[in-house]
């Protein structure tokens, strides 16, 4: 008996498969289930794939880009009536880890809110003046330049950091 007979279950192999009358019968998908790969560490994928992901620091324009800035948020004020279309290229802060990233936004501007220091768009939506690095509009170009009392004579809307 040592050496095992090749024709042991012949009998075995023309028989009807066995199904319960007790329990239903698996569905195919569940029985694949049963064989799927184990996943040992759950979140693991997404954790490596979250630390791999790359941010950007943000960019502190100089004191040039700053006056800049801050005489194109005077003239968008004293257009907010208009309802001016602008382009924005700002920073979104990331949730998740230091950094973020540049986006660019197109909307027609509803407002400024000092209060909160944010443009606020038609639909609403706010961005923070602190983190926008550019913002064009026609009505730059079409804006005479402004005389030196009227600079002085408004606030700056731009932030400038004061050093310690």
Known sequence: MSEKDPHRYDDMIHMPHFKSKK?????????????????????????????AR??????????AEKAELDRRFRILSRHIGERPEVTIRHFVPDDKKSGGAYETARFRVRGIDLFERALIAEDREKYGLDYILEIDSEIFSQECEESPSEESATMDLYETETTE
Do not use: C, K, N, W
């Not at 569940?30 to 064989?35: E, I, L, N, S, W």
């Not at 799927?36 to 490596?48: K, M, Q, V």
């Open 23 to 51: 329990r239903p019968q698996m569905s195919l998908h569940d029985r694949a289930a049963q064989f799927a790969p184990f996943a040992a560490l759950t979140g693991y994928d997404e954790s490596i794939s979250e630390t």
């Open 54 to 63: 790359q941010t950007e620091r943000q960019i502190r324009p100089g004191e």
